[in-house]
């Protein structure tokens, strides 16, 4: 029984990590995928994406060191932006597009990427799936480093899948370091 038990805890976990996936890679670039359900509706998902980023995104993957810094601000030209101490700060990428509740499309390089000639557009696709949502990340990025941009595809993917996680995570339990009890 125990066995049993231990099986079906780990198959809850397969699809997730079934999902994440880097699509392609080469010297100018890479391109990130990854999917999951989050047990909420759109509107509540695309709430915590958007306006509570600082309670689930990791402080580690941050310049401050806080998560709480950080803001998206949803309107084409917005910002994902981090305050920094002493007046300073950092522009990850510029919003797009904004379809609340559907979609939000931001261009810029994500933390450490921002030192190389390169950019990338991070599209977040939520679908409605039942009372659920459907969440796909794509981080599509291009441009140059001498060493070759595909050797920062498997750690952005793992930062992103961490993240995406963490928003599931926060959205179904409140706390972005808790997954929530498979039914």
């Known amino acids: 029984m125990r066995t049993r038990l231990a099986l079906l805890i780990l198959l809850s976990f397969v699809p997730a990590l079934l999902n994440a996936e880097v699509v392609d890679q080469a010297p100018n670039g890479f391109t990130i995928r990854n999917a999951m359900v989050i047990r909420a509706a759109p509107e509540v998902v695309y709430s915590a994406l958007v306006h509570n980023v600082g309670d689930w995104w990791s402080s580690q993957h941050t310049f401050s060191n806080d998560s709480h810094r950080l803001s998206i601000d949803d309107k084409v030209m917005g ?11 950092v522009r990850f990428a510029e919003i797009i597009t904004v379809m609340p509740n559907k979609m939000l499309v931001m261009k810029g390089a994500l933390g450490p990427l921002q030192k190389f000639g390169d950019t990338g557009t991070l599209t977040l696709v939520l679908q409605p ?16 480093l001498p060493d070759g941009l595909n050797t920062w595809a498997a750690p952005v993917d793992k930062v992103l899948t961490e993240q995406l996680t963490r928003l599931k995570n926060y959205v179904e339990t409140g706390n972005p370091e808790r997954a929530a009890k498979q039914p």
Not at 79 to 89: A, I, R, S, T, W
């Open 129 to 144: 799936l039942n009372k659920d949502t459907r969440v796909q990340l794509i981080y599509a990025v291009g441009g140059y």
């Open 79 to 89: 910002c994902f932006c981090e305050k920094l101490p002493d007046g300073g700060g």
